[in-house]
Nanobody, 117 residues
Framework: QVQLVESGGGLVQTGGSLRLSCAASGSIASFNLMGWYRQAPGKQRGFVAT???????NYVASVKGRFTISRDNAKNTVSLQMNSLKAEDTGVYYC???????????WGQGTQVTVSS
């Protein structure tokens, strides 16, 4: 099973930017979907963005126009560029790989993003 490792989290001020990266231990080329989720303090983990092998992207409404998901199958990486960050973007961000009818096959350990006002 592929292992996922996220990086790039940190503390940033409101309006700032961060770029999260997710490195997979194996090839992601056969995975139709890769995604990012986040868990805010006291809340359940929720959907942020997905990207298909064909480059089709989907975003939760609250991040549209501010976040951009991308993937590089040659490097086995998925990234999330986050701009115009808001306090409500604070949380632990998780990378997810290979969505099936049984759910996501693999999850990363998460990276903390804290947006201070």
């Amino acid at each position: 099973q592929v292992q996922l490792v996220e990086s790039g989290g940190g503390l940033v001020q409101t309006g700032g930017s961060l770029r999260l990266s997710c490195a997979a231990s194996g090839s992601i080329a056969s995975f139709n979907l890769m995604g990012w989720y986040r868990q805010a303090p006291g809340k359940q983990r929720g959907f942020v963005a997905t990207i298909s092998n064909g480059g089709t992207t989907n975003y939760v409404a609250s991040v549209k126009g501010r976040f951009t998901i991308s993937r590089d199958n040659a490097k086995n990486t998925v990234s999330l560029q986050m701009n115009s960050l808001k306090a409500e973007d604070t949380g632990v961000y998780y990378c997810a790989a290979d969505f099936t009818e049984m759910g996501w096959r693999a999850w990363g350990q998460g990276t903390q993003v804290t947006v201070s006002s």
